[in-house]
């Protein structure tokens, strides 16, 4: 009798389990999906397409722009000038050098300001991406041009500090010397350079600190600073970030995350944060940098040579080591920057993913995170072909990433039901 009960127990235990398991069975990943990139218009997706598509455009002539200033530098004559007047007082090679840097980046930087004005703050504009008035953006550029005149000058002084003292191995040097830079320039840049564009104040107690206090405990990470900064002043996009190291740790949301979202679209893309701080991806993108430096370099090491010898010597340069020479370093080094970026896309791409795969496990939300992931469609191509994202992504495109999110509920939420998400409102130019 007591196994013919027990036997009658598994029946209706089988019995009632049964719908849950035709749902989860019939859990259509593909149609989930598709669900979810429905809640964009035609408009509003042909919008994103456009302005990412154009922003390929924009990077190969933005390299072009460049070179093209470089050039123009080169003939105009101003940075040997200085060179021999600093030499002729007795200047020594590295304050020399310092001083032609400083020039170089100023010239640089102001006769691109009109490429730029159009690329970032007109275009944007029209795209409905950008929030600030020209004054306000002008400004922060301002701030911007004032730290790269003093951090680009400081890092091709110690650059060309290392071209002279090895000349035969200086690609490899400074490969490690770019290295180190980048190491410190990610520690500083969250707690010294960010505040200087943004206010942080601390995250206010509520539900959303709760949840992210509970998934950084769960993962080890330091709660001690928990912050939300106004980036609405520039843009509406939803970000946050996890930085810094051991006192410096800190969480940080932008207050459009906090604002335009719900709790499981904010935990599960401060969960994809999370994941990169705990995979350590800061320190595999500073080693990918170095290596793509050392075969930049390397190249350059064995052209630059080639295009000196070509017709810059005639404008009173004398080899790579020269402090006029710059023009000619930084033109090839954007060239070369550009060739690259395949390669740099591609590592990029697969630290993203690996931090999407984190924080769906961390946070739980796949709807969530498939919801912030058409969120960021604004600017992100939805759906390209898979030869365009491998190329030309740093971030896996907004269906792979909608389709994992659903591919993981079905594999880890029982009775896993499709969502019918509210179509998203367009973003409208200005």
Same mark, same amino acid.
């Given at each position: 009798?007591?196994?013919?009960?027990?036997?009658?127990?598994?029946?209706?235990g089988?019995?009632a389990?049964?719908p849950?398991?035709?749902?989860?069975?019939?859990?259509? !990943?593909?149609?989930?999906?598709?669900?979810?990139?429905?809640?964009?218009?035609?408009?509003?997706?042909?919008?994103?397409?456009?302005?990412?598509?154009?922003?390929?455009?924009?990077?190969?002539?933005?390299?072009?722009? &460049?070179?093209? =200033?470089?050039?123009?530098?080169?003939?105009?004559?101003?940075?040997?000038?200085?060179?021999?007047?600093?030499?002729r007082r007795?200047? +020594?090679p590295?304050?020399?050098? =310092?001083?032609?840097?400083?020039?170089?980046v %100023? =010239?640089?930087?102001?006769?691109?300001?009109?490429?730029?004005?159009? !690329?970032?703050?007109?275009?944007?504009?029209?795209?409905?991406?950008? *929030?600030?008035?020209f004054?306000?953006?002008?400004?922060?550029?301002?701030?911007?041009?004032?730290? $790269?005149?003093?951090?680009? @000058? %400081? !890092?091709? $002084?110690?650059?060309?500090?290392?071209?002279r003292?090895?000349?035969?191995?200086?690609?490899?040097?400074?490969?490690?010397?770019?290295?180190?830079?980048?190491?410190?320039? @990610?520690? /500083?840049?969250?707690?010294?350079?960010?505040?200087?564009?943004?206010?942080?104040?601390?995250?206010?107690?509520?539900?959303?600190?709760?949840? /992210?206090?509970?998934?950084?405990?769960?993962?080890?990470?330091? $709660?001690?600073?928990?912050?939300?900064?106004?980036?609405?002043?520039?843009?509406?996009?939803? @970000?946050? *970030?996890?930085?810094?190291?051991?006192?410096?740790?800190?969480?940080?949301?932008?207050?459009? =995350?906090?604002?335009?979202?719900?709790?499981?679209?904010?935990?599960?893309?401060?969960?994809?944060?999370?994941?990169?701080?705990?995979?350590?991806? !800061?320190?595999?993108?500073?080693?990918?940098? $170095? %290596?793509?430096?050392?075969?930049?370099?390397?190249?350059?090491?064995?052209?630059a040579?080639?295009?000196?010898?070509?017709?810059?010597?005639?404008?009173?340069? +004398?080899?790579?080591?020269?402090?006029?020479?710059?023009?000619?370093?930084?033109?090839?080094?954007?060239?070369?920057?550009?060739?690259?970026?395949p390669? @740099?896309?591609?590592?990029?791409?697969y630290?993203?993913?690996?931090?999407?795969?984190?924080?769906?496990?961390a946070?739980?939300e796949?709807?969530?995170?498939?919801?912030?992931?058409?969120?960021?469609?604004?600017?992100?191509? /939805?759906?390209?072909?898979?030869?365009?994202?491998?190329l030309?992504?740093?971030?896996?495109?907004?269906? &792979?990433?909608?389709?994992?999110?659903?591919?993981?509920k079905?594999d880890?939420?029982?009775?896993?039901?499709?969502?019918?998400?509210?179509?998203?409102?367009?973003?409208?130019?200005?």
């Amino acid at each position: 009798m007591a196994r013919a009960n027990f036997w009658v127990a598994i029946a209706v235990g089988c019995a009632a389990l049964a719908p849950t398991w035709a749902r989860a069975a019939a859990f259509d !990943v593909n149609h989930a999906t598709a669900l979810y990139l429905a809640v964009l218009s035609p408009a509003a997706r042909a919008r994103s397409d456009a302005y990412f598509d154009g922003g390929l455009w924009l990077d190969a002539a933005s390299t072009l722009i &460049t070179v093209l =200033l470089c050039w123009v530098i080169l003939r105009v004559g101003l940075l040997v000038s200085l060179r021999d007047a600093m030499r002729r007082r007795g200047w +020594r090679p590295w304050v020399v050098m =310092l001083a032609v840097a400083a020039l170089f980046v %100023l =010239l640089l930087s102001l006769l691109q300001l009109p490429w730029s004005i159009y !690329v970032d703050f007109l275009r944007e504009r029209r795209f409905g991406l950008m *929030n600030q008035t020209f004054g306000g953006w002008l400004g922060q550029q301002a701030i911007a041009l004032a730290l $790269t005149l003093v951090a680009g @000058s %400081l !890092v091709l $002084t110690v650059i060309n500090a290392v071209i002279r003292a090895f000349p035969r191995h200086w690609w490899l040097i400074g490969a490690g010397v770019v290295g180190v830079l980048a190491a410190f320039f @990610s520690l /500083i840049t969250p707690v010294f350079i960010m505040p200087l564009f943004n206010t942080y104040t601390d995250l206010a107690p509520g539900p959303l600190r709760t949840r /992210i206090v509970a998934m950084a405990d769960a993962n080890h990470i330091p $709660t001690n600073h928990i912050v939300v900064f106004d980036a609405s002043r520039q843009s509406d996009r939803i @970000s946050a *970030n996890v930085s810094g190291v051991g006192p410096t740790v800190q969480i940080s949301l932008t207050d459009n =995350l906090v604002n335009r979202t719900s709790l499981p679209e904010a935990a599960a893309v401060v969960g994809h944060e999370m994941g990169h701080y705990v995979l350590g991806h !800061v320190w595999t993108g500073i080693a990918v940098i $170095t %290596l793509l430096s050392a075969a930049q370099f390397w190249l350059l090491a064995r052209w630059a040579p080639g295009v000196l010898a070509a017709g810059a010597w005639r404008r009173g340069v +004398r080899g790579i080591d020269d402090p006029a020479a710059l023009p000619v370093l930084v033109g090839l080094m954007s060239a070369l920057t550009l060739l690259f970026l395949p390669l @740099s896309n591609t590592s990029t791409r697969y630290t993203e993913s690996a931090a999407d795969a984190f924080g769906l496990n961390a946070a739980r939300e796949p709807d969530g995170f498939a919801l912030a992931a058409m969120k960021l469609s604004t600017y992100r191509k /939805i759906a390209p072909p898979w030869w365009e994202e491998a190329l030309f992504y740093d971030h896996p495109s907004g269906h &792979t990433r909608v389709y994992r999110a659903m591919q993981w509920k079905k594999d880890h939420v029982p009775g896993a039901i499709e969502v019918v998400p509210a179509p998203l409102p367009d973003v409208k130019g200005r």
